[in-house]
């Protein structure tokens, strides 16, 4: 079964330093997201990509968060100077073979991030 | 902005009795999901209602989205082991998910 992958599965930083979080999603899908998820609190939407551009994103996504899709395959969430707060998991997702299945999503199993 | 809250945070039952969570948003949803998150996992779709008043059945689960479609409710009748994790409703449009607060269940022999 098709499945939404990312990489790495840890990434430990300094902050103030750059990351850069790999997704590949669902191949036929057409709508991918970014959440990040703080251990035992709930999972928060970061940004959606559609049709190769931004569809939504949330408060949290402020200028230091930056999303490519650079080739066909993969997804990427980019922060440019990482945080203390920024530490948690970031999950991908991705839905939407056609319209009537937009709103299922698949998720990828995360990547845990760790900013000292 | 929107705001999806889930009561109760924390459940714990022992095998085999029920178990309900409660999802309530302060607006009004097009549509409500329902995910599952295991321990250590990633969150898993399990359905999506539409309708107001709808009721889905997955086996052991029903799912019910309510009349002013501002809420929704999920049933586990007779809990098992393997219905461990946290149990999250959803509700947005396609480009943004709002999760709610999730409810965690911890089921013992």
């Known amino acids: 079964e098709p499945e939404v992958t990312q990489t790495p599965s840890h990434q430990v930083t300094q902050m103030g330093q750059e990351v850069i979080l790999r997704c590949v999603p669902i191949s036929n899908h057409l709508y991918f997201y970014w959440y990040r998820q703080i251990l035992g609190q709930k999972v928060e939407f970061l940004v959606s990509f559609y049709n190769n551009e931004i569809s939504e994103k949330s408060e949290i996504f402020d200028d230091q968060f930056s999303v490519e899709r650079p080739d066909g395959s993969n997804f990427t969430l980019k922060i440019r100077s990482t945080k203390l707060e920024d530490s948690a998991m970031y999950f991908c997702a991705s839905s939407g073979e056609d319209p009537s299945s937009y709103n299922e999503q698949f998720f990828g199993p995360g990547t845990r991030l760790t900013v000292l | 902005g929107q705001q999806v809250m889930q009561i109760p945070q924390y459940q714990h039952v022992q095998e085999g009795e029920d178990f309900t969570t409660y999802c309530n948003s302060s607006?009004?949803?097009?549509?409500i999901q329902w995910y599952k998150q295991r321990p250590g996992g990633h969150p898993v779709f399990l359905i999506q209602l539409v309708k107001s008043g709808e009721v889905k059945k997955q086996k052991r689960l029903t799912f019910q989205f309510g009349e002013a479609k501002k809420n929704s409710s999920l049933h586990i009748t007779a809990t098992q082991t393997t219905d461990v994790g946290t149990y999250f409703c959803?509700?947005?449009?396609?480009?943004?998910?709002?999760f709610g607060t999730g409810t965690r269940l911890q089921v013992t022999l």
């Open positions: 959803a509700g947005g449009t396609a480009s943004k998910l709002t």
């Open positions: 607006t009004t949803l097009s549509n």
